[in-house]
């Protein structure tokens, strides 16, 4: 990896719901090691109100988060990516752009929460467990010793970690 801070995507189809949390959690648990960004391939254009109900229960970041298209990122001047995480398995199946920089990639799919119908507290539930899968998740990304491992191994580990949990 080529740099102290480390850029790392989050990608949904919607862009509404969970790598908006992912976005706010990589950043708030990165504690500026890491800058956290979100896209969707159909972004919904707003983030979904419960998310950022969650994120401000959580006390987490939520100013700046917004839906956008992973094609902001793709532009010239656009912040090169050491890492592409995608969480739904919309995005994952989807023809991704060509990233600039080569970035690791791995698939963190998780169900998505704005789907889930039911009670206001079922949906809230939904997304509670949503965010605590993607927390896990980050915080063992985060423990990776990454300036020490290569490439590959970094590849293994980061899609190993969209497995177990």
Not at 11 to 29: M, P
Not at 35 to 43: E, N, T
Not at 147 to 152: A, F, N, P, Q
Request: aromatic residues 10%; glycine residues 8%.
């Amino acid at each position: 990896m080529s740099n102290n801070v480390y850029n790392v995507l989050f990608l949904c189809t919607g862009n509404s719901a969970r790598s908006i949390l992912a976005e706010a959690l990589l950043d708030h648990w990165g504690k500026g090691r890491f800058k956290a960004y979100s896209g969707g391939s159909f972004p919904k254009g707003a983030v979904h109100p419960l998310a950022l109900e969650l994120l401000e229960r959580r006390r987490l970041r939520t100013s700046g988060l917004y839906s956008k298209s992973w094609e902001e990122f793709t532009r010239p001047g656009a912040p090169v990516m050491d890492f592409v995480f995608t969480v739904c398995d919309e995005a994952a199946g989807e023809a991704c752009p060509l990233w600039p920089g080569n970035p690791v990639t791995a698939h963190w799919g998780v169900p998505d929460p704005a789907a889930v119908e039911g009670t206001a507290e079922e949906r809230r539930q939904a997304f509670d467990n949503a965010c605590r899968r993607l927390e896990t998740r980050i915080k063992l990304f985060l423990a990776l010793p990454i300036d020490k491992l290569d490439r590959l191994s970094l590849k293994r580990r980061a899609d190993a970690l969209g497995r177990r949990l």
